[in-house]
Each structure stands twice: as structure tokens, then as C-alpha cells.
């Protein structure tokens, strides 16, 4: 959030974090499509094609059922002035669960039906960042001063003081810190800060949660040349997120000893979306896929408050909440297309490579019209999405090497590349994003247990003290891995 709540005068905690967070996904799914670097689009007969390319599921002559499980961690390096922290968080998760049913046909074009059905972990959303003594000048309060500024007449008060005190006016900020004296009157309608000089600034999110999809696919095969097939998500959204923004005063003279800012968001919600593809066997080593997923549309219910403290030199302490706000809003996620290639190497393996493009300027927030709802059109957010985010254009290699004398042992290892989802001409860092991952199978008869492991790494840009401020931007170097252990039956 950012201290996303210091500007607006009504607690509105969607942006265009939300698009990337709910729009754009890891290639998770089994531990096979995980060891392979997600680059299964041109592969099949596995639960995994759900997510990526449903004509994988035309490759199946027998049923199968399969499950994997693990755990995720997820380190954040935060870097801000002359100062940087590591923070790590870990996260427990079923990363594919599901069954597919294979029912021979009397049709010999068309020998095989598929219909199949599961759950697929699409992105944890663990993270901790945390960071603190770090010198300032300036004080995020100063957001809050402008706040109190604007004339009190706009939104239909006649006093800005008792339109402060009542929580009338930006409740959800310069409200709170009129109520705890952290802004003060200085002349008849002119506030000041109480803040009178540098500052040590301490911050700390926590996220928590996950972004998992409900999955019913069907896939068939003509000839044996070119499978068909389809997936129906339902996305479910949980997610939670605190902040805390904490300020310290350096001079021991000052009567304000500190201040903390805390923010708390909970998201909740489920969707719907489309997948389509097509796998055709070009030779008996080369198959190509293309799979196209649909717009997303998702309702999101938001809870969200703030809170804030002062604490002053006499030991005394002033604290103040704002309202909890329940917001419903519709998200809509971006179009993905992804093209793929595989070449089968007789008995040793298989090469396999995605291409994937999505437009994260396609997301757009919205207004469902519900009574939770609240009305708001969302367009600055919308204009804020378009300028902010681009083209994301990825690139995923993967291999299978089958070895041992029955070919019982596999051994996978993949990873990919993409550029950054930020237009570049609003940040500083580099923010392409990475990600390799090693894997082995063994299978004795219809059994077959694997594990997978998977590391990502990237950049980002953080503002620290809100968009508005002078001294926000830090930089943010994270770096997740999660190790998966999976077991499946052949029907």
C-alpha cells in the first residue's frame, strides 16, 4: 500500500498493484510443468496443461490422478537511502491437486475424450519487507498538512477543524492525526505539523496469501495429429496485507518522540476466465501449441483501515482509528497468448520452449454496481494502469531427459526471462523478471512421485513514504524459491 490511503479523501486501496498482482501469474501448476520452467504448451497428459494449454489434456490414453505439495519462501532485500534490510517469509502450499478422466471414443477420428478437473496454486503472495533507521529530512505529515489546506467548503463543511475532528474529511489520514494531535493549528484554517525537524523512518509490510483457480477442462485428439481442448477457471483471490510507517525524531528536545502509521487490507474474491489451445503433431519429433486465455473478470471485496499513535516526551500516547471500509470492485485481467514448440529426442527426452505475451494495459478496474459497492468510476486508477504498466513479453525453455533401463527416472530443469511489467519511463531499476527450476520424476508401474524446486529473481522499485514525497523511491531485490513434492496414479 505504500501509505496508499494519505492522499485520498476516502479509503479507495485499489490501484494498478492490483492488476499486476492478480493479472500476471507464475507457471506453477504440477511439479513436472514447475521442473520444465512452465514450458509446456507444445507437451500434455498432465494436469498442468490446464494452466497453460488445455490441448495437453487430448494427449491422455489413460486416466490420472495427482497431487503436490510444498512449501514456498520468499526473501525481499529493501534498499532506501543509505540503508538496506533482508526480510524472508515462508508459506506452506498444494500447488496441484485434480483427475482426469480418459473415455475411449467409437468415433476412430477421434479415439480419446478428457475431461478433468483440479486446483492449481497460480501465485503465493508471501512476502515481508521491513527496513529502519533510516535518516530523513522530511515527514510523510507534511502529506497530511496538505490535506488540512484544502478548503473544507469543497466537500460541504464549514469548519476544517470539526470536519477533521469528526472524521468527516479524509478519514482514513490527516483525520487521524488532527485527532492525536500529530497536526496542529497554527492560524485559523493553516495547519502545521508536529513533526519539527529529521526524522529515523521505520518500515514494515507484511503479504500474506495466495491466488489459486478452480479448473474444469476437456481435450480430445483428431487422428492423432492435432488436439483440441479447453479449461474453464474460476480464480479465488485471498490476500492480506499490513503496513506500518513509523517515524522517530532525532533531537531529544522535540515534544513528539514518534508516530506510527498503520494500514490493514484484507481482498477477497473469485472470478471467471476462458482458456483455449490447440497441439499439433507436425512430425513425429515436432509439435507446436498455441493457446489463447480470455479476459478475466473478477469481483473483489476490500477491507480496509488505518490507525495512527503519537507518542510524546511527557510518556503520554494519543491513538486514533479510521472507519472499516467494505469495498466491492470488479477487476478485469489481461488477454495472455503463449506459442510453443517441442521436439521429442527419440527415447532420451523431450526440448520444449512458450512464448508468452501479455498486455498488463489490458487490466482495468471497474464498479460492479452492487450495495457493497461504492459508486467510484475508477479512472484515474485506469489512466494510472495504461501509463504504468506495458507489454510483458517471456520467454520459457524447458527439457526432460529419461533415463534408467525401463526409462523409470526422469530428470527436468527449465527456466525463462521476461522484461519488466513497468513502463520504463516512470521507474529507476531494471525490473525483468526470472526464474529457473530443476526437477525428477520416478515412476514404478502406474505410481510415479517427482519433486520440483524453482527460483525467481528480480527488481523493483518501492516508494517508501507515498508517490507524492521527494525522498520515497528505494529499490526492493527479491528472490522466491519453492521446492514441490508430487505423487500421481495412472487410471
Known amino acids: 500500500m505504500a501509505v496508499v490511503a494519505a492522499m485520498p479523501s476516502m479509503g479507495h486501496a485499489q490501484n494498478e498493484a492490483d492488476v499486476l498482482r492478480y493479472g500476471w501469474v507464475a507457471p506453477l501448476g504440477s511439479s513436472r510443468t514447475m521442473a520444465m520452467g ?10 498442468g496443461s ?32 543509505t540503508t538496506s534490510a533482508t526480510s524472508a517469509k515462508f508459506q506452506g502450499t498444494t500447488g496441484n491437486l485434480g483427475v482426469a478422466l480418459t473415455y475411449p471414443s467409437v468415433d476412430a477420428d477421434w479415439p480419446f ?37 484544502e478548503d473544507a467548503a469543497i ?55 495466495r491466488m489459486w483457480e478452480t479448473q474444469i477442462g476437456f481435450g480430445t485428439c483428431y487422428r492423432d495429429r492435432l488436439s483440441i481442448g479447453a479449461t474453464l477457471g474460476l480464480p479465488k483471490v485471498e490476500f492480506e496485507e499490513t503496513s506500518t510507517h513509523q517515524e522517530t525524531t532525532v533531537s531529544a528536545e522535540d515534544d513528539l518522540r514518534s508516530w506510527d502509521y498503520n494500514e490493514r487490507l484484507n481482498v477477497d474474491g473469485q472470478g471467471v476466465l476462458l482458456r483455449a489451445g490447440v497441439n499439433w503433431r507436425v512430425t513425429s519429433q515436432l509439435r507446436l501449441g498455441l493457446a489463447h486465455q480470455t479476459r478475466g473478470r473478477m469481483t473483489l471485496l476490500d477491507n480496509y483501515s488505518t490507525s495512527l499513535s503519537t507518542q510524546w516526551a511527557d510518556g503520554s500516547e494519543r491513538a486514533a482509528s479510521s472507519p472499516v471500509t467494505n469495498n466491492e470492485y470488479l477487476m478485469y485481467t489481461p488477454r495472455r ?98 526464474h529457473a527450476s530443476f526437477g525428477a520424476e520416478y515412476r514404478i508401474g502406474d505410481v510415479h512421485f517427482s519433486l520440483a524446486w524453482r527460483r525467481t529473481w528480480h527488481k523493483e522499485d518501492y516508494l517508501f513514504m507515498g508517490a507524492f514525497h521527494p525522498e520515497s523511491r528505494g529499490t526492493l531485490d527479491r528472490t522466491s524459491a519453492a521446492l514441490m513434492l508430487g505423487a500421481g496414479l495412472r487410471l
Do not use: C
Not at 512452465?38 to 494436469?47: C, E, P
Not at 502529506?143 to 488540512?148: D, G, I
Open 50 to 81: 490446464m494452466g497453460i494449454n488445455p490441448a495437453g489434456l487430448g494427449l491422455y490414453r489413460r486416466g490420472d490422478l495427482a497431487i503436490a505439495t510444498g512449501l514456498n519462501s520468499a526473501n525481499t532485500d529493501a534498499s532506501w537511502n
Open 155 to 209: 466537500y460541504g463543511y464549514a469548519s476544517t477543524d470539526e470536519a477533521l475532528g469528526g472524521g468527516d474529511i479524509f478519514p482514513y489520514s490527516a483525520s487521524l492525526a488532527w485527532r492525536t494531535l500529530l497536526l496542529l493549528p497554527d492560524n485559523d484554517n493553516i495547519y502545521a505539523t508536529a513533526v519539527g525537524g529529521p526524522v529515523e523512518v521505520k518500515r514494515v509490510i507484511e503479504r500474506s496469501g
Open 113 to 149: 475424450f478428457t475431461l478433468a478437473v483440479g486446483r492449481q496454486v497460480r501465485m503465493p503472495f508471501n512476502q515481508r519487507i521491513f527496513i529502519e533507521g533510516v535518516p530523513s529530512e522530511s515527514t510523510v505529515s507534511d502529506l497530511f498538512v496538505q490535506q488540512a489546506l
Open 337 to 434: 497468448t503463449t506459442v510453443s514448440a517441442s521436439f521429442l529426442m527419440g527415447k532420451l527426452g523431450v526440448l520444449a520452449a512458450d512464448y508468452v505475451h501479455t498486455d498488463l494495459r489490458e487490466g482495468e478496474l471497474g464498479d460492479p454496481g452492487t450495495i457493497l459497492s461504492s459508486g467510484y468510476d475508477y479512472a484515474a486508477e485506469n489512466v494510472a494502469v495504461d501509463s504504468s504498466l506495458q507489454v510483458v513479453r517471456e520467454a520459457r525453455v524447458g527439457l526432460e531427459l529419461r533415463l534408467g533401463p525401463l526409462k523409470e527416472y526422469r530428470i527436468r530443469m527449465g527456466g525463462g526471462t521476461g522484461n519488466s511489467p513497468f513502463n520504463p519511463n516512470g521507474v529507476a531499476t531494471d525490473g525483468s523478471r526470472h
Open 38 to 47: 512452465g514450458a509446456f504448451g507444445a507437451l500434455g497428459a498432465d494436469l
